[in-house]
């Protein structure tokens, strides 16, 4: 696969892997952590839809069990809440996070509630920043 040829072709390197629930990411994901252990720093898999429902509490429930055997997988609902778990693990700087987190923030904050609502299916909601590190949306 070409994730496999990236990490082999690149051996002093860790990688953070980001996906989705759909298709095959997390058994992909889950594959590379467990052929190149130590070099996955993170497996980041988000939400899509309630279309994905099931699969989405699979791949949740599947994460949290391969934490206890040191594959970091995390099931996340949106990109703000993958950079926020990227900053508390250590893979990510302050600064990093805030500049990474801001569009999709500020886009958020855009979107009226129902509408956002409509996108995903998903109680209406502005992902939290109470435990990122301080931002300020412009």
Known sequence: STIRSLIEGNPTYSFVL???VGQGDP???ELMAREF???IRAIFLMYVGSHMAERSAEVAARAATLREDGIPMYYVD?????VTM???LGLVDQATTSAM??????AAVRIPCLRWSGLNSRPCAIPSVSNMPSMAIS
């Open 86 to 88: 990227a900053w508390q």
């Open 37 to 39: 252990p130590g070099r």
């Open 78 to 82: 949106n990109a703000v809440e993958a």
């Open 18 to 20: 980001i996906g989705d």
């Open 101 to 106: 987190a801001r569009p999709f923030l500020a």
């Open 27 to 29: 058994e992909t994901y």
